[in-house]
């Protein structure tokens, strides 16, 4: 509210102006222009809009005095008013109370006193309350968090937690455990997941769409066939024919490869363009230096003499025609196949023209771990074999994925502990039990990328390498079996530069991953015959792994 002083020379200018005193005139008069003028500006800064923005009433009451006491005294009695700066400190008080200021009626009231007085009076909406140019439509962005909320195709029903300062947890987590004993909860999808394994690409092929949404928004298993990595081939399809609204992840790492080229491009059109000026610059320096020496030898020796070979033909720039700047547009330059996009425009095509549906040509593929882990370690998926529509067991799985990791495939009968195959699960199975998110890391020179959430979320954070390790007495019993583990293990110095820089561009840390190969002997049968395994968890509990992180050491940036 307004302090007292105000409400004060108020009461009193409206008691003079019902009982006229000449003798207190002057003293309330003078006392009301001081109020105006100090009171206001006070109210302003320390109460600020919102006390004194319910005082309307007041603010009435204020003009109607001044109004009337236009009418019965004379002008010079308020020359010491300042009524512009009363104008403005009331136009902002009203800006911030506009919606119940213009409804109460007196708005005229107000403007026409100030009017009448030689002082303009405005007041406007505040900034919240002004209308705003409509935004233009953006479709909504994908919530990440929620469409990965799983991070695998299965369910789990964990216990409520326990809370030691409160007793009747104890009888929810009773209830709950004897609830899910007496009526166990399914954990597996509802729809059976199916995929069909193929010998041409060696991988399991999941054609059924919403099985390769389930398993790619779960765990991220697999990638498109006709995509870098997501199955996003029918979004991208409908974006280019005018039908879907927004970009998919490709879109937008093409269009920023495609800025990174024509930046690159424009960056050496500019050195290019400061090297030719230089030549230029240094050409017509040796060019008025010729013209000098060859008046000084005209002169001396009375002849024109030979003309000189120097610096100005040898280094006089000859600078490149329009079409042959432009004979390399930004899109063909680089060096990166999965960037490169035509230059020609695809036209849009208009719904009502469009086909009423795009058949989806992409499937998911999965690697022959994800396969098994899906299989084997999950369970949630039923794989065909590739001449018969029969789900094959996880045994004969098993022996089919070991054969396949060769090329060409081995018969089973020659298969043996360090096969591909196997070396490479067991580290995918390490990592996929400890919570991470393994993808295939041939891009990187590397076995296996590890991502803590997914693609979508961060980059990987480490690049595994698998390496067999041949420590058991075994396989250095006899010559043939020495030199067969030291040529399978040996790895040379340059080719372990190679990757750690690799990584250390892409700033991902190395892991070398050594995997311990059991001896025939311990898994119950001979090296010739290990292509039947009955028990698959006995089997690969004889492999142990140990990790090895490697950083590249730079002198400048790594000094003690």
């Known amino acids: 509210m307004p302090p007292k002083s105000f409400f004060k020379a108020l009461e009193d200018l409206e008691s003079l102006l019902d009982s006229p005193c000449e003798s207190s005139t002057s003293l309330c008069i003078e006392n009301f222009t001081k109020v105006v003028n100090v009171e206001i500006s006070v109210m302003m800064t320390k109460l600020g809009y919102e006390e004194f923005d319910c005082s309307l009433s007041t603010i009435h009451r204020l003009i109607a005095a001044r109004t009337k006491a236009k009418d019965q005294f004379p002008e010079s009695l308020f020359e010491g008013?300042?009524?512009?700066?009363?104008s403005?400190?009331?136009?902002?008080?009203?800006?911030?109370?506009?919606?119940?200021?213009?409804?109460?009626?007196?708005?005229?009231?107000?403007?026409?006193?100030?009017?009448?007085?030689?002082?303009?009076?405005?007041?406007?909406?505040?900034?919240?309350?002004?209308e705003t140019a409509p935004r233009p439509f953006q479709a909504p962005r994908t919530n990440y968090n929620k469409l990965h909320a799983q991070p695998l195709p299965v369910k789990t029903y964990p216990l409520p937690p326990l809370i030691p300062h409160n007793p009747l947890s104890l009888i929810h987590i009773a209830f709950t455990y004897l609830f899910q004993l007496l009526v166990p909860p399914t954990s597996h999808p509802a729809t059976p997941l199916r995929g069909y394994f193929s010998l041409e690409t060696r991988s399991v092929h999941v054609i059924d769409h919403v099985t390769a949404r389930i398993l790619w928004e779960q765990g991220f298993f697999g990638k498109g066939s006709l995509s870098r990595s997501e199955p996003a081939w029918l979004e991208r399809e409908k974006s280019r024919q005018g039908r879907r609204a927004g970009s998919t992840s490709e879109d937008v790492t093409r269009m920023r490869r495609e800025e990174r080229k024509q930046f690159k491009t424009e960056r050496?059109?500019?050195?290019?363009?400061?090297?030719?000026?230089?030549?230029?610059?240094?050409?017509?320096?040796?060019?008025?230096?010729?013209?000098?020496?060859?008046?000084?030898?005209?002169?001396?020796?009375?002849?024109?003499?030979?003309?000189?070979?120097?610096?100005?033909?040898?280094?006089?720039?000859?600078?490149?025609?329009?079409?042959?700047?432009?004979?390399?547009?930004?899109?063909?330059?680089?060096?990166?196949?999965?960037a490169y996009e035509p230059s020609m425009k695809v036209p849009v095509i208009p719904a009502e023209v469009a086909p009423n549906a795009i058949l989806n040509q992409e499937h998911l593929q999965l690697t022959l771990e994800e396969a098994f882990f899906l299989a084997y370690g999950l369970g949630v998926l039923d794989i065909q074999e590739p001449s018969s529509p029969e789900t094959m067991s996880t045994s004969k799985l098993f022996s089919v994925c070991r054969s396949n990791s060769y090329f060409p495939p081995k018969p089973p009968e020659q298969l043996s502990p360090d096969d591909p195959f196997l070396l490479s699960y067991v580290v995918y199975h390490h990592f996929r039990s400890l919570g991470w998110v393994v993808r295939p890391g041939i891009k990187f020179a590397v076995d296996h990328l590890l991502y803590n959430r997914g693609p979508v979320f961060t980059h990987a954070e480490f690049a595994v390498v698998v390496l067999p390790s041949y420590t058991h007495a075994y396989w250095s019993s006899t010559p043939e079996l020495q030199s067969r583990g030291e040529r399978k293990a040996k790895k040379s110095w340059w080719w372990l530069h190679c990757v750690n820089r690799v990584q250390a561009q892409v700033r991902k840390s190395l892991v070398l991953v050594y995997v311990e190969v059991p001896p025939p002997e311990e898994m119950g049968s001979?090296?010739?015959?290990?292509?039947?395994?009955?028990?698959?968890?006995?089997?690969?509990?004889?492999?142990?792994?140990?990790?090895?992180?490697?950083?590249?050491w730079t002198p400048n940036r790594m000094r003690g």
């Open 81 to 86: 008013l300042d009524l512009r700066g009363f």
């Open 88 to 130: 403005i400190s009331l136009a902002r008080i009203l800006t911030h109370s506009f919606q119940s200021f213009t409804s109460s009626g007196w708005y005229c009231e107000v403007a026409d006193t100030f009017g009448a007085m030689g002082v303009s009076f405005e007041a406007q909406a505040p900034p919240a309350q002004r």
């Open 268 to 338: 050496a059109r500019k050195e290019r363009e400061v090297i030719e000026e230089k030549l230029a610059q240094e050409s017509r320096v040796a060019a008025t230096g010729m013209e000098g020496a060859k008046e000084i030898t005209t002169e001396i020796n009375g002849h024109v003499p030979m003309p000189a070979v120097g610096l100005a033909s040898s280094v006089s720039p000859v600078p490149p025609k329009e079409d042959e700047r432009n004979a390399f547009p930004p899109s063909d330059m680089g060096t990166d196949a999965d």
């Open 526 to 552: 001979t090296l010739e015959d290990l292509s039947e395994v009955a028990d698959i968890g006995r089997f690969l509990k004889k492999y142990q792994v140990r990790e090895l992180a490697l950083k590249r």
